[in-house]
């Protein structure tokens, strides 16, 4: 009876929320399959330019 407390599937909220953080601050956020089974998941969030 031990298992992993990651073992079992979520609800599904998590890549909603990282993609309303991300969208909030202007960026963009995709998912893609690998081929050999998991996923890769990308992301960039504009910077400030910072002129002295």
Do not use: M, Q, T, Y
């Not at 990282?18 to 893609?32: L, P, Q, R, Y």
């Amino acid at each position: 009876g031990s298992k992993i407390s990651d073992s079992r599937r979520g609800v599904g909220l998590g890549l909603a929320i990282c993609k309303s953080i991300v969208e909030i601050h202007g960026g963009k956020i995709a998912a893609f399959n690998k081929k050999n089974g998991g996923a890769i998941f990308r992301f960039n969030i504009p910077g400030k330019k910072i002129v002295d």
